[in-house]
């Protein structure tokens, strides 16, 4: 009923910055929180950054002072600037949102998960 697909992931040295783009699309009646979360190998996923439809922001310890979470609400597009990036910020980095949707029965709230986008710090 919703699709969320993330843009922007790569190779990046030490030091660069990234960002990465998320659209939601399909039966949406309102989005609630939108964020990122991350999955390194060998490791659980986490969360990196979320965003109220208010605007209010939630960030990882780690994230904070060099991710930047941003959300334009009119288009259903989530943002995640990455500034000062570091080896260990290499992960599998995913969209990650909750929805009122039109479902089958009526509107209800689910949560929905975009497929991923690789960001790899290496030199």
């Known amino acids: 009923q919703v699709q969320l697909v993330e843009s922007g992931g790569g190779l990046m040295q030490p030091g660069g910055s990234l960002r990465l783009s998320c659209v939601a699309s399909?039966?949406?009646?309102?989005?609630?929180?939108m964020g990122w979360f991350r999955q390194a190998p060998g490791k659980e996923r986490e969360l990196v950054a979320a965003i109220s439809s208010g605007g209010s922001t939630n960030y990882a310890d780690s994230m904070k002072g060099r991710f930047t979470i941003s959300r334009d609400n009119a288009k259903n597009m989530v943002y995640l600037q990455m500034n000062s990036l570091k080896p260990e910020d290499t992960a599998v980095y995913y969209c990650?949102?909750?929805?009122?949707?039109?479902?089958?029965?009526?509107?209800?709230?689910?949560?929905?998960w975009g497929q991923g986008t690789q960001v790899t710090v290496s030199s």
């Open positions: 990650h949102g909750q929805f009122r949707v039109l479902g089958e029965l009526g509107p209800q709230t689910s949560v929905y």
């Open positions: 399909g039966s949406i009646i309102s989005i609630n929180v």
